[in-house]
């Protein structure tokens, strides 16, 4: 039996998708792992990415498919991954999530795993309560949330200023979006892809 592994983000200048990469590369580690990489839909009109300095950005993962609602069933896990808002999920996001109303009320999501990674801007810019914030939804679809324990040292790395969290990996992207994931940060997310991989894999195999 093979425990399938989604993992979903949205991106705007490709610092989560580099994440997502990364997770994907940690799961895929783990013996029996279907791993499947996906992006939510992008709300944000060409001209105003343009104007933002995202459009050329995001061809870096245009070829990336777009999720849908109804595969989330499907999976084993699910592992999200979304830039920071003002301390919350970008809105693309949310509104992906907003449409599986007819999961929950089927309770499709119940008892699969369910995780996130994030990216702010700066190093206060909101990593924990963006991923706190994203629990709740999971928690009211019924999926059991798995983070990232401290088992993995990068966590406690102090030799730089470094995302990661015990709730999930992160990234900084800096005010000007010029800072890239460190391989500190890109370690800590293949671990939580790992982590989620082989946590499915006890519940379901």
């Known amino acids: 039996m093979s425990i399938k592994v989604q993992v979903i983000f949205y991106s705007m200048y490709g610092h989560v998708y580099r994440m997502a990469e990364a997770v994907v590369e940690g799961a895929k580690q783990v013996p029996g792992a279907e791993v499947s990489l996906y992006q939510v839909q992008e709300l944000v009109p060409d001209d105003v990415l343009e104007k933002y300095g995202a459009k050329g950005a995001r061809t870096a993962f245009a070829k990336v498919p777009v999720a849908k609602v109804d595969q989330l069933a499907d999976a084993h896990a699910i592992i999200f991954g979304t830039p920071t808002r003002f301390g919350n999920m970008a809105a693309q996001m949310r509104n992906f999530l907003d449409q599986t109303g007819p999961l929950w009320l089927k309770g499709a999501l119940v008892g699969k795993v369910g995780s996130v990674f994030a990216s702010t801007g700066t190093q206060h810019g909101g990593q924990e309560t963006t991923i706190t914030s994203f629990h709740s939804t999971l928690l009211h679809q019924g999926m059991i ?58 519940l379901f195999r």
């Open 145 to 202: 949330i798995v983070g990232v324990p401290y088992a993995e040292p990068g966590l406690t790395y102090m030799g730089e200023i470094s995302g990661g969290t015990p709730y999930g990996a992160t990234t900084m992207a800096g005010a000007d979006g010029s800072r890239q994931p460190t391989e500190n940060e890109l370690k800590i997310a293949r671990y939580q892809g790992k982590h989620v991989a082989e946590i499915a894999t006890k």
